[in-house]
């Protein structure tokens, strides 16, 4: 008790001097004062407790009054707005890769002033791509911890997007300024603590061997719950995961390393029994490096901290001493950093521990399925126990974090219960499966495989219930403002219906508790009862559901273009199964989620690649790919690139031996039953055009059958008359559009020569280039019927499958 008054002082404090100030040399005498008098009281309880709450609180309002958070006048925040500065500074946060930009955080520490270098202090959030230097000096990634960069650029002041307060969340951070897309210089490797480069180091080994095991979207839900990358998820799943009330599941958390800390004891009281000092230290330590590995995330680092307590508290048999474990960790937090107790993160979990804390100790007395002696003789109860233990800490925990989230973020989702009740289950098999897929894959891909596909399996069942439950009617509500007197009400109400409920000691039915899948009659020997008979019955079934969904059509051409924004990349698979990927679009993660979408998960081959022309919009998603899948041939124009995209993917093909062919026309390329027509570029390349690039771009005619299609890369109208002129066998039933529908493409004369039935066309959503013009989609009206006519940003993906005489297409929209 004397901890707990203590720390709701502390945090009682904190609020107050928030509120009202206090002068800082009247607290730290005060805080002596009160000890004192705690000490004089010691035998007195309730002027002990009271003594010891007054000098927590003097000593949170001492703490708050000498944060110094904020940053010192005078640096970075004064250049925000004007010319463009030179900086150079340390990368101190793990950079953050979305797509083909990196994010980070540099801490200043020179500022070029009247020529010379001055010394500069202050934090600046950081956006930017790899350089051609970058790239020639080191492989990815090309942003490192303790890099020291030289940037050129605009510093600026962050700005708020909607109701989101931007640079609130970066103040928190320390930062006050953000700088995007300046000109990067590499000065030095190795800077700052050692350790933190060493973890940034493993965390992307780990990262990639995940990737490489791994599709879309198992791979992105387990790249968060393991290392705490949370860029690879698309903007999609995010918004289904909020709108079924599962979002904690994807930032590490309590949850989390309260599942590695169990399985970690699990192991050292086998390995490490002889000395019980370690069978407790081993699991902190394994908590402890998960976390630091992930990059020390709020969430993390809080839950780490509160597991130490309570692994100290078991260690000294003081395990029922919720209230003082959690509480000890909130003052702890909140000494090192203030600023936590009005972070809504921070709030959240301690509203969710303070709900399990008060309610567990009293459901886990009345589990159904028996107590630890059934346990023994039946092993399906244990797991039963702690399954229904999981359900009751996912409703505990919605319901004290419901109107918190109602507050904050103006909606509530109606479905958490159950969708946290059905997944919960899942996320510990998926995040040791997933553990286990990135630690083996360090040493072997192929090993990996043995816990990916387990791995696949449970992360794509809680993405499933996620999109399951997001989709039904209501199942994300706005609420609009929230009364504080609500919210307070709210919980005053539930604490009163907690403290009703144990006094009255209320027991699950008894009958749950005779439900049995499994027993053991006779050592040795099992009797499954009918619930588990139908049980297992009903899991083959839909077994042979899903195996008979992911076998591939026979017989059928399928050629998808993916939905990747600005640029191309096109699947092509052939009857045989044979695989062809012609450009990967701007965005890796947008061209991985289109192949895992179109490829079985075990399905690691492209038989042939192909790059049009080396610009950003072409290339940038085919790294990925060298990095995810085996390519076993490259067919490329061979035209000098002027991006450090380009660069990088060139110097990847050539590390892993890639066999690359140069592209010109004439040549043909058989794969599986299918045939490739290069018609352009000539050998003799078109130069001296306003894009030499572009019209140098690979064109390509995929023949099966009576059926055809022709993509064109970027080709502009030099390049269209060049191959109407040379008579070019441009007939075609489907028609990739030129340069995204631009004006300098998509002629009249070369329109009529390919004369196609379909035609799609490949863009953005955003329309930042124009694109398609109203020119050309009136040219191609002209020959298409309108129905036929596809755009991506408006039919998402678009497919079309074939068996060499008819034709059918579908879209994702």
Do not use: C
Request: charged share 15%; hydrophobic share 50%; proline share 5%.
């Amino acid at each position: 008790m004397r901890i707990i008054a203590l720390a709701l002082g502390w945090l009682v404090g904190l609020y107050v001097a928030s509120r009202l100030g206090m002068p800082v040399a009247a607290l730290a005498p005060g805080v002596a004062a009160w000890l004192a008098v705690a000490v004089a009281m010691r035998r007195h309880w309730r002027l002990l407790l009271a003594a010891m709450f007054v000098a927590g609180l003097l000593a949170g309002a001492l703490r708050f009054e000498l944060g110094g958070d904020s940053e010192p006048a005078g640096t970075l925040a004064a250049y925000a707005g004007e010319e463009a500065v030179d900086l150079r500074g340390i990368i101190e946060s793990y950079p953050a890769q979305l797509g083909s930009v990196a994010r980070f955080r540099l801490k200043a520490r020179e500022l070029l002033v009247g020529g010379q270098w001055q010394p500069a202090s202050g934090k600046v959030q950081v956006t930017a791509r790899e350089t051609q230097e970058l790239v020639r000096a080191r492989r990815p990634p090309y942003f490192r911890v303790g890099d020291l960069v030289q940037l050129h650029g605009r510093l600026e002041r962050p700005r708020s997007f909607g109701d989101f307060d931007f640079p609130a969340y970066l103040a928190q951070q320390g930062i006050q300024s953000v700088m995007a897309f300046p000109e990067v210089a590499l000065v030095d490797t190795g800077r700052g603590p050692a350790v933190p480069r060493a973890l940034f180091t493993v965390r992307s080994r780990l990262s990639r061997s995940l990737s490489r095991v791994l599709p879309e979207p198992q791979n992105a839900v387990a790249q968060s719950i393991v290392l705490g990358i949370r860029t690879e998820i698309s903007p999609g799943l995010t918004e289904e995961f909020q709108a079924s009330g599962a979002s904690h599941l994807l930032a590490i958390s309590g949850l989390h390393t309260g599942i590695l800390m169990v399985f970690a004891m699990w192991v050292s009281r086998r390995l490490l029994w002889r000395s019980r000092l370690l069978v407790y230290l081993s699991p902190a330590a394994a908590m402890w490096l998960y976390v630091s590995i992930a990059g020390l995330p709020p969430s993390a680092e809080r839950a780490a901290i509160m597991g130490s307590f309570y692994l100290a508290a078991l260690y000294f048999g003081r395990q029922r001493h919720g209230w003082e474990a959690l509480l000890l960790a909130a003052l702890v937090i909140t000494a090192f950093d203030p600023r936590a107790l009005w972070q809504v993160s921070a709030q959240l979990s301690f509203l969710a521990m303070a709900g399990i804390v008060m309610v567990l100790p009293a459901v886990r007395d009345y589990l159904p399925f028996g107590d630890g002696v059934v346990a023994q003789r039946d092993p399906v109860a244990t797991v039963a126990r702690a399954a229904v233990g999981l359900v009751a800490v996912s409703a505990v925990a919605t319901l004290f974090t419901l109107p918190a989230i109602a507050f904050y973020f103006h909606r509530i989702s109606l479905v958490g219960v159950p969708t946290s009740v059905l997944t919960l289950p899942l996320l510990p098999l998926a995040l040791m499966s997933s553990v286990l897929t990135a630690a083996v894959g360090l040493v072997s891909s192929q090993a990996a495989w043995l816990f990916g596909a387990a791995a696949w399996f449970f992360v794509g069942g809680i993405v499933w219930l996620v999109q399951l439950f997001a989709s039904l009617p209501l199942a994300l509500v706005r609420v609009g403002d929230v009364a504080r007197w609500w919210v307070v009400g709210y919980y005053v109400a539930l604490a009163g219906a907690i403290w009703g409920w144990r006094r009255a000691k209320w027991r699950l039915p008894a009958a749950l508790g005779r439900v049995r899948f499994l027993s053991v009659q006779t050592p040795g020997t099992l009797r499954i009862s009918r619930v588990g008979a139908a049980t297992l019955l009903v899991t083959l079934l839909a077994a042979l559901v899903w195996l008979a969904a992911l076998l591939p059509q026979r017989d059928l051409l399928e050629v998808t273009f993916f939905d990747v924004g600005h640029g191309d990349a096109i699947l092509i698979k052939t009857p045989s199964g044979r695989t062809i990927l012609v450009d990967g679009g701007p965005d890796p993660r947008l061209l991985t989620r289109g192949l895992s979408r179109r490829l079985p998960f075990w399905y690691r081959r492209i038989d042939l690649l192909v790059l049009t022309h080396p610009e950003r919009d072409h290339v940038a998603g085919l790294s990925a790919v060298l990095e995810r899948y085996d390519v076993r041939r490259v067919l490329d124009p061979g035209l000098a690139g002027d991006n450090a995209t380009y660069e990088a993917w060139l110097r990847a093909v050539r590390e892993q031996g890639i066999p690359r062919t140069i592209a010109s026309a004439g040549q043909r390329i058989v794969v599986g039953e299918v045939t490739l027509d290069v018609l352009h570029p000539p050998a003799r390349r078109l130069m001296g055009t306003p894009s030499d690039t572009n019209n140098n771009s690979v064109v390509l005619r995929l023949s099966y059958g009576r059926v055809s299609f022709l993509l064109t890369g970027d080709i502009q109208a030099i390049a269209e008359t060049y191959l109407v002129g040379q008579d070019a066998e441009l007939d075609s039933v489907v028609l990739k559009v030129a340069h995204h529908g631009s004006d300098t493409s998509s002629t009249g004369r070369f329109l009529e020569a390919v004369h196609p039935v379909a035609a799609v066309i490949t863009v953005d959503a955003e329309g930042r280039y124009g694109h398609p013009t109203a020119a050309v989609v009136q040219r191609l009206e002209g020959l298409v019927p309108r129905e036929t006519l596809f755009n991506t940003a408006v039919d998402g993906a678009v497919r079309f499958r074939t068996d060499g005489d008819r034709l059918w297409v579908t879209t994702d929209r």
